[in-house]
Every structure is written in C-alpha cells, then in structure tokens.
C-alpha cells in the first residue's frame, strides 16, 4: 500500500522560514508538492524526478521555495523562505507513478496534507 506522509506545517511569523518533508513508500517516478487555499484550487509548488534529478516550480514559486530530496529513502523537502501572509495554506505531496505534471489530476497518490499558517 502506497503511502505519503508529511510533516514540518505550523503556525510562523510572516518573514519566516520553514521545512516541510514528505516520504513516500513505493517505487516512485516523481514526488512533488501542491498548496490549497481555503476555496481555491491545488495549486502546483514545486516537483522532482527522480530519475534525472531535475525539479521544477510554479510560476513565482522558484524565489521563495526550493525542493530537495533523497531518492534513497523517498523524501523530499520543501524549503519556504520569507513566508508571507497569503501563503497559509494546506501543502500536500504528490507521487507520480510514471510521470508528473502541473495539474493535480497528473499525480497519482496525496499525502493528508499539512497545515502553513502565517501570522503578520
């Protein structure tokens, strides 16, 4: 049984940094993370494949955050920099069985989610 599990989300001050992790058990393709806001859609952070190594961001999203990972033991990190009000949100991980894509209905498996909260 495919299983995502993430951790690192808490209550910060705005101007904050913050890490988020996520393993995975199973063979992966890609792992990534995805953000929603209350009433907004998944919105696409940031990914890594592991076969190549290569990662890749949403749009504005490659200042402030930055993914790492370690194929090894199927985890990945989320780095946040200078979290700022409108960035609360609940951040999930993806995996990717045989591919990945910006859109959350191109991810196969979602971890439960952890809660950013920023206070100003």
């Known amino acids: 049984q495919v299983q995502l599990v993430e951790s690192g989300g808490e209550l910060v001050q705005a101007g904050d940094s913050l890490r988020l992790s996520c393993t995975a058990s199973?063979?992966?393709?890609?792992m990534g993370w995805f953000r929603q806001a209350p009433g907004k859609e998944r919105e696409f952070v940031s990914a890594?494949?592991?076969?190549?190594?290569?990662?890749y961001y949403g749009e504005f999203m490659k200042d402030q955050f930055t993914i790492s990972g370690d194929n090894a033991q199927k985890t990945i990190f989320l780095q946040m920099t200078n979290l700022k009000p409108d960035d609360p949100a609940v951040y999930f991980c993806?995996?990717?069985?045989?591919?990945?894509?910006?859109?959350?209905?191109?991810?196969?498996?979602w971890g439960q989610g952890t809660q950013v909260t920023v206070s100003s």
């Open positions: 993806g995996r990717g069985t045989s591919g990945w894509g910006r859109r959350a209905v191109s991810w196969d498996y």
């Open positions: 199973g063979r992966t393709f890609s």
């Open positions: 890594i494949i592991w076969s190549t190594g290569n990662t």
